[in-house]
């Protein structure tokens, strides 16, 4: 189905990130990843051996990043045609009053900055070029109030805002965006902060389990394809249930 589609997963060393190239690249797609883990690159790179994957280390928070993606996606592959932006990173659990600024600052660079930069390059170039397809991942946390999470929700909510403006000023250019909103999904970074949730975790989602990368794969997957021509806009959980609760 995305035979000839090239395109940018930012976070490509792990988790969702990580899926979702495996997902892309097993469509027919070809993939540029990116991420700040260079090791971790190099192992996806040894353990697909595929010439449809190259792979960028650097920081979403980078302002030339963006267009170095860009460059190096067309020069690889002769097209940009989706881009998914999987990296992103967690605050502590901290009450209002003494969330720092650090932290504030530090986690918006990455989730809201970041995520912001990739789009601005990607739809720069896919206005000049035919179009595209756009999806960022938010979380629960982006639709919905998450206790103790104060700059990572800012940061979620901000990447849904701009996914909808961009979806608005860019839907006559053939460049849809949408938004995956992720509940608990079990990858590394579920696993750095698994404790702090408390042993009553599975509990929180309806469905009673966490879901998994792959999961969240499928959805990305089908928002970047052709079967989602029609859907731009959309904030999409895939959660277990959880932003109803
Ligand atoms: N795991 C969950 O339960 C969950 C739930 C909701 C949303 N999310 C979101 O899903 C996305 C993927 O998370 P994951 O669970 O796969 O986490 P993960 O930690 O397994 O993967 C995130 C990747 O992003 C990369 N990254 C972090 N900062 C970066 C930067 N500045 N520049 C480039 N790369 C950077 C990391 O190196 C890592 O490879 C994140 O945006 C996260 O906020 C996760």
């Not at 929180?204 to 052709?226: C, F, H, Q, Y």
Request: negative net charge.
């Amino acid at each position: 189905m995305m035979q000839d589609k090239a395109g940018i997963v930012t976070g490509g060393a792990s988790g969702m990130g990580e899926a979702v190239v495996e997902r892309l690249l097993r469509e027919g797609a070809s993939v540029v990843a990116m991420d700040r883990d260079g090791a971790g690159l190099a192992a996806l790179s040894a353990r697909i051996g595929c010439d449809r994957l190259v792979t960028v280390e650097g920081d979403v928070s980078s302002e030339a990043l963006g267009d170095t993606l860009i460059e190096k996606c067309a020069a690889s592959f002769g097209n940009v045609r989706y881009l998914v932006n999987c990296a992103g990173i967690t605050s502590p659990f901290t009450a209002f009053g003494d969330v720092t600024l650090k932290d504030f600052d530090v986690v918006n660079s990455v989730n809201l900055r970041g995520t912001f930069l990739t789009m601005r390059a990607a739809i720069n170039h896919m206005r000049d070029h035919g179009g595209g397809s756009i999806v960022n991942i938010s979380s629960t946390a982006g639709i919905r109030p998450m206790l103790q999470v104060i700059p990572y929700t800012a940061s979620k909510w901000g990447v849904v805002g701009i996914t909808l403006a961009a979806a608005l000023e860019n839907a006559s250019a053939g460049i849809r965006v949408n938004v995956v909103c992720p509940g608990i999904v079990d990858t590394p970074m579920y696993r750095r902060v698994a404790m702090e949730y408390g042993a009553g975790v599975i509990d929180l989602t309806p469905m009673k389990r966490i879901g998994t990368s792959a999961e969240i794969a499928n959805a990305v997957s089908w928002l970047v394809s052709d079967e989602a021509s029609f859907v731009t806009g959309l904030v999409m959980p895939v959660d277990g249930g959880l932003a109803l609760t």
